[in-house]
């Protein structure tokens, strides 16, 4: 049994689009057209054979990975819309592998036309990202799209003497031609005149341009009659590749048994229902492409002993049985882990973290790490990205070769991790093993790309935290207040006798009404100063209160609004002369009963306030504000802590929050203690600290921005949950332990993505 020793926990980062191919060849001239040609296939799937998928980057991700999703998504949306306009879109590279823009083969005069309308039609933070100059239009197509991915379709589907000769096809989309792969040792060689222009063809894997097909070659494959460019290239068909036992779990690199066939787990990936899975090549189960077998561990030889046997799971999604013709399998298993072996086949020299899928251009290095082989190293060739005949037709793959002695995979490694190196550690994502040279004496390892295969299958990289938490729900509207009215249907379905509202662009009024308004059961909701807002108006209708709270005087919300609200039912404003005086005045109007405790945050912001919210409503408490750097804490404070007849009092922040003489000038016979972590995040694990096991629910808002999280504290602490605040761009380190103790309940993100960004949602914890 292997053990690690030492496993690499370190931040993820976001999923980055993987790159295109790149093969710089000479134009050809068109190829006749047979009037019985088959019609072309799908134009989606075409794509997805050249791995041209779309991509998303968060808005807070770094300028080039947002520019990189930009390019390719936009490079997706021209091809997929328009095939009879367009005859090819490649993704042009810098000198650094960073996306420098697309270059469009024309098949109408007015292609360059189209560009401003779809990156128009990106989403705004992509849209941003490019402009008109990053797409020239640098030629003219012979054909269309829509005629090479017919050709393609066709060359893909032959059978024969067209299968026993054709080893890969693709649309090479820097010059708008199909380029296919001859074998030399085929039965083409037959005829003499052909076995010499088959002698003649560059080798595919020196990375030679490819040749015009000659009117004999294609006759001789059946594939005459095209009506698209192609271009030739004698290649060879990579041999199928088909670790060990690790009783912590599977990630990238372990062995695994598929029937008789020994190969490889990829990498741990969410499935799109949340359960957790791994991922491995299509062709190991046995019919190639089914679904149903049963995996279990260890390798199917002794080369390395034989593992333990236990079973992992079956083979849920198999993308090689469908028309996509990916080399990608799901296998569903509670082992899943978000790790990767490094070092050798057989002992490895331990686990490092997995942080997400990215990409590398054509002449940079890519990590394979096979059960059998280990860590291994190859260059990625110029090829196109494209389908190559493995004993059946695989696509959406890339190649990379080596010229050391170590060959870079071998049979046993199929499914295996190809990996680059992440500059802060850990690994990116960027395929799985699908291929060998190794009978052909070619040291080259081939890999199908891995954004493909999660697009394809709706799943996602999983990352340390996802491996104990399940996808989270989330509640977002277009903006603060269609979200808070969203909170108000999730925490009250069936209407609210009491509402209570609040300013939505200023938190202080409303930092108090979080823990007032759980405890007459009443949800939170906010307004603009001059307009009630009419996703507001359409949840107060749902709710049909008998009555309207107000919180604030009319510089936070105008007369006219509070008017409005009077048509529907009858209002009660509380304001006073600041927030301070608001928030006291509140306090006796929803503790009419008085309260043994209450808890105190600043007013100067809002972090604090909102985490306690929830928590004090769990004691039946207030939540009143003061000015933590004054002498005292106010008269306002005190006399309210009178008439409540509080007798504890919970001080929630540090001391630059709330200094030592506020908290002492609050004592007056009864106690103070205080609750404080290093900084807002670690405060509100802390204020949380009392709630036990299996609340209804884990509610996360943003510790950055405050309007979310103001109507979630309402529901939140009527419900009995507590709230939680993280970073706007990735989980707080400190909330997979907390939901651990919690015992694992539903987790609730509060806000859209420009709040919490998807690595949020991905559970990428923060550094």
């Not at 490895?348 to 082989?373: I, K, L, N, P, Y």
Request: net charge negative.
């Amino acid at each position: 049994m292997r053990r690690s020793p030492f496993r690499v926990l370190t931040p993820v980062v976001g999923v980055l689009a993987l790159a295109s191919a790149l093969l710089v060849v000479p134009s050809s001239p068109a190829v006749a057209v047979d009037p019985g040609a088959p019609a072309p296939g799908s134009i989606e799937e075409c794509l997805v054979r050249s791995a041209i998928v779309p991509v998303d980057a968060e808005p807070s991700e770094q300028p080039a990975q947002v520019r990189e999703a930009a390019l390719r998504t936009l490079q997706h949306a021209l091809l997929s819309r328009h095939p009879d306009a367009l005859g090819a879109a490649d993704l042009l590279r810098a000198p650094d592998g960073e996306g420098a823009g697309i270059a469009l083969l024309a098949a109408t005069p007015f292609a360059g036309e189209l560009v401003a309308e779809e990156i128009a039609a990106l989403p705004s933070h992509l849209r941003s990202a490019v402009t008109d100059d990053d797409v020239d239009v640098i030629g003219v197509a012979a054909q269309p799209l829509r005629a090479l991915c017919g050709a393609l379709d066709r060359a893909v589907g032959a059978d024969g003497a067209t299968a026993d000769a054709l080893v890969s096809a693709a649309v090479d989309h820097r010059s708008a031609v199909l380029r296919l792969g001859v074998d030399r040792s085929g039965a083409l060689r037959a005829a003499p005149a052909r076995a010499g222009a088959i002698e003649a063809l560059p080798d595919a894997s020196a990375g030679e341009g490819a040749e015009p097909a000659g009117a004999d070659l294609l006759s001789a494959l059946g594939l005459w009659g095209l009506g698209v460019p192609v271009e030739m290239v004698a290649d060879v068909a990579d041999e199928p590749v088909s670790r060990l036992h690790d009783s912590d779990g599977y990630g990238g690199g372990n062995a695994i048994r598929v029937g008789g066939l020994a190969c490889t787990t990829g990498f741990a990936v969410r499935t799109a229902d949340g359960a957790p899975a791994v991922m491995s090549a299509g062709h190991c189960p046995s019919p190639i492409g089914s679904n149903g077998a049963s995996v279990v561990s260890g390798h199917a030889s002794q080369l390395c002993g034989w593992g333990s046997g236990a079973g992992i799971g079956r083979v849920s999604q198999n993308l090689l049985s469908t028309g996509s013709k990916v080399d990608s399998m799901v296998v569903r298993t509670g082992s899943a882990r978000p790790t990767m072996w490094l070092g050798s086949a057989c002992a490895g020299s331990g686990e490092t973290a997995v942080h997400g899928a990215g990409q590398v251009g054509a002449g940079q290095q890519v990590g394979f790490s096979g059960a059998r082989q280990g860590e291994q190293y190859a260059t990625r060739t110029s090829e196109p990205t494209g389908c190559y005949d493995f004993g059946y037709w695989a696509c959406s793959v890339q190649r990379a070769m080596s010229s050391r002695s170590t060959y870079a995979c071998l049979p046993g490694d199929s499914g295996g991790p190809a990996f680059r190196h992440r500059a802060g550690g850990g690994v990116i994502a960027l395929g799985l093993i699908t291929a060998s040279g190794y009978d052909l004496g070619i040291n080259r390892c081939s890999w199908v790309d891995m954004g493909t295969a999660l697009h394809l299958s709706g799943a996602a990289i999983m990352t340390h935290a996802s491996l104990t938490m399940a996808p989270p729900a989330r509640i977002a509207g277009a903006d603060r207040y269609q979200t808070a009215a969203l909170i108000a249907q999730h925490g009250y379905p069936d209407g609210a006798a009491q509402v209570y509202i609040a300013s939505g662009s200023r938190f202080a009024d409303a930092l108090s009404a979080g823990a007032a308004a759980a405890h007459v059961r009443a949800p939170l909701l906010l307004t603009a100063r001059d307009l009630l807002p009419s996703s507001v108006r359409r949840e107060l209708a749902r709710l049909a209160p008998n009555a309207i709270v107000l919180i604030g005087g009319e510089p936070s919300v105008s007369a006219e609004v509070e008017a409005e609200l009077a048509a529907i039912a009858p209002v009660t404003r509380i304001g006073g002369a600041d927030r301070y005086e608001t928030s006291a005045l509140l306090a006796a109007h929803a503790f009419p009963e008085g309260a043994d405790h209450a808890f105190v945050a600043t007013g100067r912001s809002f972090p604090d306030a909102l985490a306690a919210g929830p928590a004090a409503a769990r004691s039946h408490a207030p939540v009143l504000l003061v000015d933590g750097r004054t002498p005292t804490a106010g008269a306002g404070t005190l006399d309210a802590l009178s008439t409540l007849g509080t007798t504890e009092v919970i001080v929630v922040g540090g001391t630059p929050s709330v200094s030592d003489a506020v908290a002492a000038s609050l004592r007056d016979g009864r106690t103070v203690s205080r609750i404080a972590g290093a900084g807002r995040y670690q405060t509100a694990i802390r204020v949380n600290a009392g709630f036990g096991a299996r609340p209804p629910a884990m509610y996360v808002a943003s510790g950055e921005r405050f309007p979310d999280a103001l109507a979630a504290a309402a529901v939140a602490g009527a419900r009995g949950a507590p709230l939680y605040l993280t970073p706007g761009s990735c989980l707080h380190a400190g909330l997979p332990a907390e939901h651990t103790r919690l015992g694992r309940p539903g987790v609730v993100l509060l806000g859209g993505t420009p709040t919490l960004a998807l690595d949020v949602s991905r559970y990428e914890l923060c550094g």
